[in-house]
């Protein structure tokens, strides 16, 4: 059974900054890639950042392209989305997903993944 488990999400003031973890044992290693994802309320689920599994490549949405760095530690089957200079438009229910294949994976379609994790909220104060 696949478990991706969300962490360090919280809220925060304009300007500042989150690390997200994604705790994914043995999951990382056996999907292509791994992604990030946030939906608000009243919105459809957004790609945010995603990161192949061989060779690390990395995919951002133009929203955060500039505020956001997504990594994947092997050693520690953990999946990372840092966040910096968050806005209050950045609030939203957070996911952390793998998709066995990588057909997707640079488009960050969340139809394209096939495991989920149960979402942690960021909330951004303006």
């Known amino acids: 059974q696949v478990h991706l488990v969300e962490s360090g999400g919280g809220s925060v003031q304009a300007g500042g900054s989150l690390r997200l973890s994604c705790a994914a044992p043995g999951v990382a290693r056996q999907s292509a890639c791994m992604g990030w994802f946030r939906q608000a309320p009243g919105k459809e689920r957004e790609g945010v950042a995603s990161i192949y599994s061989i060779g690390g490549g990395t995919n951002y949405a133009d929203s955060v392209k500039d505020r956001v760095t997504i990594s994947l530690d092997e050693a520690k089957n953990t999946v990372y989305l840092q966040m910096t200079n968050l806005k209050p438009g950045d609030t939203a229910k957070y996911y952390c997903?793998?998709?066995?294949?990588?057909?997707?994976?640079?488009?960050?379609?969340?139809?394209?993944?096939?495991?989920w994790g149960q979402g942690i909220q960021v909330t951004v104060s303006s």
């Open positions: 997903a793998a998709a066995i294949a990588n057909y997707y994976c640079h488009v960050i379609w969340p139809e394209g993944f096939d495991y």
